[in-house]
């Protein structure tokens, strides 16, 4: 790590329990300073995903991060049914209850808060997007000058050899809103995709959100063990190498993993397009080759190489978790 500078962050997320995981390990991090939460449909309606980003922020101890509520469905395909099955009915594993918190939405649609907010700091803020990419497509579109003015771009989503989670070649996220996914890989800014070939590889156990939970006795660190609880029995219902320590996949976590140990990660550079339609729908294509002899349309020499994680040091990254989510970051 060469900077000690935090790393200034708007969180484009849908959550969604793995996105609250991500959301309180960039909350703990002392190189990252969340300026923002824009949150899209996803895991969960748009306007549920709203109500948590302002619940996580409030109990972690910082109403004061602006959030707001973003796009609430895919540009061209039909919206889907959120999968409650998943991240629970209301993205948080179903909490028994909630308590009283008082922050409120900025009015601003998540697309203009992120033109608004890298207008004001050309050049130093970096995108966190970890749900489908409608936000950072619309942002697109109302500043053409995005990619110059955006320090970086990471985003969860998309897979190249891992097989897919919503189809033999799809992830979720980029499955649910292709062509706005296919827009931000070829925006031409730096974006590094992390994906389930790396989130694959990194597998949580409840047990380590008890610990982090018991360490802390907060209604955060209780908040997300439930949720995790909820996660887990999906995750664990599925694989049986997960199943085995009652563990899930940090999906979201990763994105901020690579950003605060990039060490860690082992990056393949080529161009990325999605497919937008048809039975390959939200194909992540990854061209590794440094030429194409005969390109077809689509596939011609000016897009942009965006980089991909292929390989994570998972015992690495899920020390750098819980080291991180063990010191002491929330107020009492
Ligand atoms: C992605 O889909 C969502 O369920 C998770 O929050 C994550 O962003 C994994 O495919
Ligand atoms: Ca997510």
């Known amino acids: 790590m060469t900077t000690t500078r935090p790393f200034k962050v708007i969180y484009d997320t849908d959550p969604g329990v793995d996105d609250a995981m991500a959301l309180f390990y960039a909350l703990a991090h002392p190189l990252v300073d969340v300026v923002g939460i824009t949150t899209t449909f996803g895991n969960v309606k748009v306007e549920q995903a709203a109500v948590n980003a302002l619940y996580l922020a409030a109990i972690a101890g910082r109403p004061d991060i602006p959030v707001t509520q973003g796009i609430k469905r895919p540009w061209v395909k039909p919206g889907g049914t959120p999968p409650a099955h998943i991240h629970g009915a209301d993205g948080l594993g179903n909490l028994t209850s909630r308590v009283t918190t008082q922050n409120q939405l900025d009015p601003r649609s998540s697309a203009q808060f992120i033109v608004d907010m890298v207008r004001a700091s050309p050049g130093e803020i970096t995108l966190v997007a970890v749900g489908p990419?409608?936000?950072?497509?619309?942002?697109?579109?109302?500043?053409?000058?995005?990619?110059?003015?955006?320090?970086?771009?990471?985003?969860?989503?998309?897979?190249?050899?891992?097989?897919?989670?919503?189809s033999p070649v799809a992830e979720a996220n980029i499955w649910g809103d292709?062509?706005?996914?296919?827009?931000?890989?070829?925006?031409?800014?730096?974006?590094?995709?992390?994906?389930?070939?790396?989130?694959h590889q990194v597998i949580m156990s409840v047990a380590q959100f008890k610990t982090i939970a018991d360490k802390h006795q907060h209604i955060a660190t209780d908040t997300l063990h439930h949720a995790v609880g909820f996660y887990a029995n999906f995750y664990s219902g599925l694989y049986p190498h997960v199943a085995k320590i009652h563990g899930c996949f940090g999906h979201d976590v990763l994105a901020f993993l690579y950003l605060t140990n990039p060490e860690h990660f082992t990056l393949a550079h080529g161009r990325v397009r999605v497919a937008t339609e048809g039975i390959g729908q939200g194909q992540t294509m990854l061209d590794r080759r440094p030429t194409l002899g005969y390109a077809q349309r689509g596939w011609d020499a000016d897009k942009a190489t965006p980089q991909v994680c292929m390989q994570v040091d998972a015992q690495a990254v899920g020390q750098v978790f819980q080291d991180t989510m063990m010191a002491d970051w929330l107020a009492r």
């Open 133 to 166: 990419l409608g936000n950072l497509a619309l942002a697109l579109k109302l500043e053409p000058d995005l990619p110059k003015l955006v320090r970086e771009v990471i985003i969860m989503g998309g897979t190249i050899t891992e097989p897919g989670n919503v």
């Open 178 to 199: 292709p062509h706005a996914a296919d827009q931000v890989f070829t925006a031409g800014w730096k974006l590094t995709m992390v994906g389930l070939d790396v989130t």
